[in-house]
């Protein structure tokens, strides 16, 4: 693997944004998918663990694609750029596990002169361990320029949601009090509470059971007020039977206690018995 990626990243006459396609490793969700059980913790630690031991074997690679597609040009929507924004993020990711990339993350959150770069360079802040100063400043400063922009904010929460360092499931309920959330509208709850359940899977799978009764009583709170949105946040309850116990059990309790519900909307009553 390390041999193939130094060859990808040294070979300029490559498209950039295929390349950034062929750096990445499978998703966990991916992964959740081709396995016969799904052990989370175990997947995330081996994919996490893949991912820095090739940053670790090239770095001094990806430092130079990083510095080659920075562009003193003037943003445009076009092939080109897009295919070098990508390229340059991809290498951002992976300078993020060796500790060189918390600078350029910073510089980048700070010059960008689009959301795509300014939001790569915010979400590799939240999720280094290393790098929490210059990611709650990011935050901050995000949101203070952002605030008005309600597309823009959703995008802000989502970040966080998925931010897979641990304590995730107190962050999302924090947010849930801020002003860019409202369980009115379907954008952020998706942005937040969706994304929570659906891409942060090593929170949402606790083994104490909390993500799950979270999700029941969201989706609970949701069933008459919005039945379409909670008939989508019960899907990642709804495979529990790919899953090792104690999570098993747990998220069949889950959606037991969603059956309970002597009002439950047909959408929703149909996907959890069907489940079950």
Same mark, same amino acid.
């Given at each position: ?5 130094k060859?990808?990243?040294t070979?300029?006459s490559l498209?950039?944004a295929m390349?950034?396609l062929?750096?990445?490793?499978? !998703?966990e969700s991916l /992964?959740?998918?081709?396995a ?11 994919r996490?663990?893949m991912r820095?031991?090739l ?7 990806l430092?130079v694609?990083y ?6 040009? %003037? ?5 080109e750029?897009?295919?070098s924004?990508s390229l340059?993020n991809?290498?951002?990711?992976y300078?993020?596990?060796v500790g060189?990339?918390?600078e ?6 700070? =010059?960008?002169d =689009?959301?795509t +770069?300014? %939001?790569? %360079?915010? !979400?590799?802040?939240?999720?280094c361990?290393?790098?929490?100063d210059?990611?709650s400043q *990011?935050?901050?400063l995000f ?9 823009v904010?959703? /995008?802000?929460?989502q970040?966080?949601?998925?931010n897979?360092?641990?304590?995730g499931?107190q962050?999302?309920?924090e947010?849930? +009090?801020?002003?860019a ?15 929570? *359940?659906?891409? =942060?899977?090593?929170?949402f799978? !606790?083994?104490d059971g ?7 009583e969201?989706i609970?709170?949701?069933?008459t007020?919005n039945?379409q949105?909670?008939?989508r946040l019960?899907?990642?309850?709804t495979?529990?039977k790919?899953?090792p116990?104690?999570n098993?059990?747990?998220?069949? =309790? ?14 929703l009553q149909?996907?959890? !018995?069907?489940s079950l």
């Amino acid at each position: 693997m390390v041999e193939a990626f130094k060859a990808l990243l040294t070979d300029t006459s490559l498209d950039p944004a295929m390349v950034a396609l062929m750096l990445q490793l499978p !998703s966990e969700s991916l /992964l959740h998918e081709e396995a016969e059980t799904i052990y989370v913790d175990a997947i995330h630690d081996a994919r996490l663990f893949m991912r820095t031991a090739l940053a670790g074997c090239l770095m001094d690679e990806l430092q130079v694609v990083y510095q080659q597609n920075i562009t003193d040009q %003037a943003y445009k929507p076009n092939v080109e750029q897009m295919g070098s924004r990508s390229l340059k993020n991809a290498a951002l990711g992976y300078l993020m596990l060796v500790g060189t990339g918390i600078e350029l993350a910073w510089a980048q959150f700070q =010059n960008a002169d =689009n959301m795509t +770069d300014q %939001a790569a %360079a915010l !979400s590799a802040l939240v999720n280094c361990p290393e790098a929490s100063d210059y990611a709650s400043q *990011a935050l901050n400063l995000f949101e203070q320029k952002f605030r008005d922009e309600a597309l823009v904010m959703n /995008l802000w929460l989502q970040i966080q949601a998925t931010n897979t360092q641990a304590n995730g499931l107190q962050r999302v309920i924090e947010l849930m +009090d801020h002003k860019a959330f409202t369980m009115t509208n379907p954008n952020k709850i998706r942005s937040l509470i969706g994304a929570f *359940a659906s891409a =942060n899977h090593v929170n949402f799978h !606790s083994q104490d059971g909390s993500g799950y009764r979270f999700l029941t009583e969201q989706i609970l709170a949701l069933n008459t007020v919005n039945p379409q949105v909670a008939a989508r946040l019960v899907t990642p309850l709804t495979k529990w039977k790919k899953f090792p116990e104690p999570n098993r059990q747990l998220m069949q =309790n889950a959606l037991q206690d969603i059956a309970k519900e002597p009002n439950l909307v047909k959408d929703l009553q149909e996907i959890v !018995s069907k489940s079950l």
